[in-house]
């Protein structure tokens, strides 16, 4: 998992998407989903570590 485009992958096998037209609010809110995922167990350690890692670089990008 390298880009936001593989993080949003990972949350579509578990049937979310999102899109709502602010790239800053989606990138909050895959963040949010992928913490849930994570706190129910339905992904693995690395993965949320990555996907966490990938979101926020991205979100990064937004706020300067």
Do not use: P, S
Not at 3 to 19: A, C, W
Not at 23 to 43: G, T, V
């Amino acid at each position: 998992m390298k880009t936001v485009y593989d993080v949003m992958q990972l949350l579509k096998r578990f049937g979310i998407y999102i899109y709502t037209k602010d790239r800053l609010a989606d990138l909050e809110m895959m963040e949010d989903e992928i913490k849930e995922l994570y706190k129910m167990q339905m992904i693995e350690v690395n993965d949320f570590q990555i996907a966490i890692l990938v979101l926020r670089h991205e979100q990064n990008k937004y706020k300067r």
